[in-house]
Nanobody, 124 residues
């Protein structure tokens, strides 16, 4: 079983930055794809970013490209999401997740383990 501890959410003004971190325990995830998804009230959960097992390749949703950066540490069990130039529409609960696959995973249903989520609020 995998447990995640997320941190880094909060309140920020539009144009500001936040950095999420998500640390996993329980098993090594160095071969697992890690991702970030978000869900705003009344909306479906949507894909934000993913990084493949062992790091390196990343993939972003169009609405965060150029603003968000997804990285993971060398051990592979901690993933980070740097969010810059935040917009009010970025406000949501952000969740890290791990998939059994090694490659980039976009589909929410393919993520097996989930963090508890952290809330991001962006004021205009």
């Amino acid at each position: 079983q995998v447990q995640f501890v997320e941190s880094g959410g909060g309140l920020v003004q539009a144009g500001g930055s936040l950095r999420h971190s998500c640390a996993a325990s329980g098993r090594t995830l160095s071969s697992s794809a890690l991702g970030w998804l978000r869900q705003a009230p009344g909306k479906e959960r949507e894909f934000v970013a993913a990084i493949r097992g062992s790091g390196g390749s990343t993939y972003y949703a169009d609405f965060v490209k150029g603003r968000f950066t997804n990285t993971r540490d060398n051990a592979g069990n901690t993933v980070y999401l740097q969010m810059n130039s935040l917009k009010p529409e970025d406000a949501a609960g952000y969740y890290c997740a791990a998939a059994s696959a090694y490659g980039i995973v976009v589909q929410s249903s393919l993520y097996r383990y989930w963090g508890q989520g952290t809330q991001v609020t962006v004021s205009s």
